[in-house]
């Protein structure tokens, strides 16, 4: 799957993200707690739309410290991962079998990769943090075979926007709902990744994209992609006793969390 990286330059990305700097946490957070989503509601759902068979080969793009990789690799894939920080690459490389692929490229760029030479690639909650979104669709569309499938697992960008969306509860009802400000219009948010630091030259931030649906919709379809399947998926989670708990766990099932879409190559 690979190329022959003989003679070839290397990829040029930016040698510090802010993932660089928080994948020890990222890492921790996945590997030692087995109550996250990624555990609970992604992992199976993805293994059972996906459906992975003996020989495929999956790329998994913005892959971090390689958590999917090694799932995908386990269900019999040939698996190649490729994440734009280089700690998490490291990570991912220490945590896996040797027979998985890494390597340290962003995801609209990645030479290594041959042409028409992979069942199906993953984007998993990592496109709201790309900016080049079009351009990893395209790169997608390269390395797909012919009728290959791209899955991408996303915040639901129609329930939940950062710093632009909430719960809020209305004690005479006994009903928890979602406020949403604005949804329509797109928006490049930073988030902070140390909200427990109060010093200034110890945060860290990211960034974040908010679009509609339709904005997603356009750009799959001119790079010509299809649809094949949607779903949205819930919280597994359940409010611990107390006088908001029926209202609160009726809200995680009718406000989904995560948006799934099958993509297929035209």
């Known amino acids: 799957m690979p190329k022959n990286n003989s003679g070839q330059k290397k990829i040029s990305t930016e040698k510090k993200t802010s993932w660089n700097r928080v994948s020890d946490w990222y890492d921790t957070l996945l590997e030692d707690d087995t109550d996250t989503y990624q555990v609970q509601v ?12 003996k020989g495929m080969t999956v790329v998994d793009i913005a892959c971090g410290q390689g958590y999917f990789s090694r799932i995908f690799h386990a269900s019999g894939a040939e698996v190649f991962g ?8 490291t990570t ?10 890494y390597s340290v490229a962003p995801s609209h760029k990645m030479p290594m990769i041959k042409d028409v030479s992979a069942d199906m690639v993953t984007i ?32 639901h960008p129609a329930f939940r926007i950062p710093q632009a969306s909430d719960w809020i509860y209305d004690e005479t009802r006994d009903i928890q709902s979602r ?6 219009n797109e928006r490049k948010i930073n988030i902070d990744m140390t909200p427990g630091e109060s010093r200034n030259s110890k945060k860290e931030f990211t960034v974040s994209f908010h679009r509609p649906l339709q904005w997603y919709m356009k750009v799959f379809a001119k790079e010509g992609f299809v ?15 107390g006088p908001r708990k029926q209202a609160e766990d009726k809200a995680r099932k009718e406000f989904p969390m995560f948006l799934c879409l099958e993509l297929q190559k035209k």
């Open 42 to 53: 992604i992992a199976p759902n993805l293994s059972r739309l996906m459906q992975i068979k």
């Open 82 to 89: 490729a994440d734009i920080a280089s700690g998490l690459i």
């Open 92 to 101: 991912a490389k220490a945590r896996s079998e040797k027979t998985i692929s």
């Open 124 to 155: 998993i909650l990592a496109i709201q943090n790309i900016e080049k979104v079009a351009e990893t669709i395209l790169e997608a569309k390269r390395i797909l075979k012919a009728n290959g499938k791209i899955y991408i697992v996303l915040n």
């Open 179 to 184: 406020a949403m400000d604005g949804y329509m």
């Open 227 to 241: 649809i094949s399947r949607l779903e949205e998926w819930i919280s597994h989670k359940a409010s611990g006793s």
